[in-house]
């Protein structure tokens, strides 16, 4: 079965988005990393793929009619001449919102992965360490200027390579219309569309982030191990997993004691007005 569709997008542009959209679409199956996971002899092909030796695509897309995501979207070049006739997605966001999601989610996984008790999800971790974090960032994934850098030069460089007629930009937020109109399928009734996916599963790779208190390991960049042993956590824009701070229980106590000696209601009791 030959790719219809090629993803072209990093990962965390609505990646899972984009496949659930795809299958629903009828582009089914639809590959993601996920599926690197699920199929565990697809790890030496790509493997073999990042070392740049050639091999038959068919091999991995054996059940595929679409691809999104990481690693589909690092070899888009090739997977694009192979498939002279499959369609490109080239999924986008805005810059820092991708950066801090990369940052928020498969980046600290990765250090998970790197430290995990199976060797099967080390393998894993090195490998998307390998491809991703020191071969498509450079290195570079903590330095967030050069990171958002890479991002732009990605899409620009896509845009440039592909025909315009075999290219849609696409943001899940755009919704079915522009996705349909572009692989020619009809708009599906009654399906979720593509931005609200995006809500649903944004917050699913969080799941498995490190807690706190558990060793902060970054998978180590090529530019990490040269300036010291230890690395230290990224500097994001926006700190990771910060979230508005509570008002102190006590503070809240104190306010309540001050309103009542006024005789003033606690707005908590308070009827709902709107």
Request: aromatic share 8%; proline share 9%.
């Amino acid at each position: 079965m030959a790719l219809e569709v090629i993803g072209a997008g990093f990962g965390r542009t609505g990646t899972r988005s984009l496949q659930l959209a795809l299958q629903q679409l009828g582009f089914s199956k639809c590959y993601h990393m996920a599926e690197v996971g699920a199929n565990p002899d697809h790890l030496r092909l790509w493997k073999a793929a990042t070392r740049g030796e050639s091999f038959d695509w068919d091999r991995i897309f054996e059940d595929y009619r679409a691809g999104v995501d990481w690693p589909v979207s690092a070899f888009w070049r090739e997977l694009a001449e192979y498939y002279p006739d499959a369609k490109v997605v080239l999924s986008t966001r805005d810059e820092d919102a991708w950066f801090r999601s990369v940052h928020n989610t498969i980046y600290p996984n990765s250090a998970q992965g790197l430290a995990s008790e199976d060797a099967a999800v080390r393998r894993r971790a090195r490998w998307v360490t390998e491809l991703i974090w020191n071969g498509v960032l450079d290195g570079k994934v903590e330095d967030r200027e050069a990171a958002i850098a890479i991002f732009r030069r990605h899409l620009d460089e896509v845009r440039h390579t592909i025909p315009p007629q075999r290219l849609l930009t696409f943001e899940a937020a755009d919704g079915w219309e522009p996705l349909c109109a572009f692989l020619d399928v009809p708009v599906p009734r009654r399906a979720v569309p593509p931005h609200q996916h995006h809500r649903a599963v944004a917050g699913q790779t969080r799941v498995n982030r490190l807690e706190p208190g558990q060793p902060s390991r970054r998978p180590r960049t090529r530019a990490a191990s040269a300036r010291a042993p230890e690395l230290a956590a990224p500097r994001c824009p926006c700190p990771s997993g910060s979230t508005p701070s509570a008002r102190p229980p006590q503070r809240r106590s104190r306010l309540r004691d001050a309103r009542a000696a006024r005789g003033s209601p606690d707005p908590a009791h308070e009827p709902a007005t709107r």
